[in-house]
């Protein structure tokens, strides 16, 4: 029987469980799916740990501190919960989507809830929880600010522990890691990490149609998790090969399937890595590894991604996603179903449009 001495220590070492793939995929390549979900808050306790010990050992969170951060997910859960064993008040400051679990989670961990309501039409909820969490801020005498949008605590969280766990899981046998893209930490940090001793490794980013981070159009969106209308500087572009979109009904027609065929009851991010990740899988050979990483359960979307009526409402009953994507320009096609394009490495196009808002930006226009 494991024993520790507190819940941090159970955010590390999450089990690697064998998956068939897609009913519509014939996957060659033995495919792997790396269970964050099964840490007490999800994906992002790996992250909320590192940021908090690195702000200690800097000085920057002193006993009895303050955490402010924006975050409408497991990023909030996470800083609730390490707040709450350690010690710390937390406030996070989030938008309408948050569903009505996580936010009754956060307030059971301790954690002040702040619900900003106006959209802002360029940089999205991001930078309208920016604008509130300034305010915070200011008003929060020594308060610390983890930024997981632009702090190297993200993806140094994955880059030697997440890394170092799939290397020692599979003998280093590792031909494609496909991960989803949010704030950038995970799929940048792992796949630097992994890098070091595969550099052949391919790395592939699961993004949503509507999401600016791979050079397409903001356009409204159902799917959280992953996508984002600003850039995070987090995002490390110069390890990642390949960036597939996926519209919200194919991402949550995949959750179902993911369900359904594995017994994974997962949220949106997972869903989406599940329908790349199986098709990946069918590219290399049965003496191959493909990991995935899915990041979140499904508790938090009964109401939605798992509501009938809900996907009625927003007509998407009955998206599933092709078998295979359709391959784009990058930076020239715009994705509408599931898509995708390889990233140019020769500087031919740029990563993404200089039009679209960088989230370090967004914050010295903030004065934050």
Known sequence: MLKV????ELMKNTPLVALRGRAVSKPRAK???KLEMH????MKDRVAVRMVEDAEAKGLLRPGGVIVESSSGTMAEGLARVG?????RVI???DPRIDVST???LRALGAEVQVVETYHPTGGWQQSRLARLKQVLENTPGAYWPQQYESPSNPGAYT???????????????????ASVGSGGSLSGTSAGLKKKLPHLRSIAVDAVGSVQFNQPNMARLQSGHGNSIIAGNINYRVIDEAHWLSDGEVFQGCRELARREGIFAGGSSGAVYIVASWVAEQFGPDQNVVCLLPDRGDRYGETIYSDEYLAKHNLTGQEAAAAPQRIRYGVDVAQRWSYAPLPHDGSVPYHSPEVSLSSDITRELGL
């Not at 840490?39 to 999800?42: E, R, T, V, Y």
């Not at 030697?160 to 766990?165: K, L, P, S, T, V």
């Open 5 to 8: 001495s507190s819940v941090l």
């Open 31 to 33: 495919l792997w799916a």
């Open 39 to 42: 840490m007490p808050g999800q």
């Open 84 to 88: 709450c064993v350690k010690g710390y």
């Open 92 to 94: 996070i400051v989030t």
């Open 103 to 105: 936010a009754a989670k």
């Open 160 to 178: 030697e522990q997440m890394a170092g766990e799939l290397l020692e899981a599979l003998d280093g046998n590792i031909a494609a890691l496909v």
